[in-house]
Nanobody
């Protein structure tokens, strides 16, 4: 099924910005809708954003709507998450994930995603 590798996490002050990247290999990237999830210590993994195969449709959790933007570059086999106006409650490990191929249903359920990256830590200080 290929590999997903996230990067771009780090430590940032509240109000700051970060851009996460997720590079895919070993798959036809444009065949997969993609999603970003996050998991804070002691909490369940939660949906952040998703994007269709072409990038024409996106979906966001209410908690990040207006602050985060998901995008993709199919020529570079990469999906991005631009995070602005970061808050301490955004602190978590962020994961990218791939849906099963040829589906544009933008699920918010982790179990609907077949492949996952290893995660990248985002820490927002107050």
């Amino acid at each position: 099924q290929g590999q997903l590798v996230e990067s771009g996490g780090g430590l940032v002050q509240a109000g700051g910005s970060l851009r996460l990247s997720c590079a895919a290999s070993g798959r036809t990237f444009s065949s997969y809708a993609m999603g970003w999830f996050r998991q804070a210590p002691g909490k369940e993994r939660e949906f952040v954003a998703a994007i269709s195969r072409s990038g024409g449709t996106t979906n966001y959790a209410d908690s990040v709507k207006g602050r985060f933007t998901i995008s993709r570059d199919n020529a570079k086999n990469t999906v991005y998450l631009q995070m602005n106006s970061l808050k301490p409650e955004d602190t978590a490990v962020y994961y990218c994930a791939a849906r099963r191929p040829y589906s544009d249903y933008l699920s918010r359920v982790p179990a609907d995603f077949d492949s996952w990256g290893q995660g990248t830590q985002v820490t927002v200080s107050s």
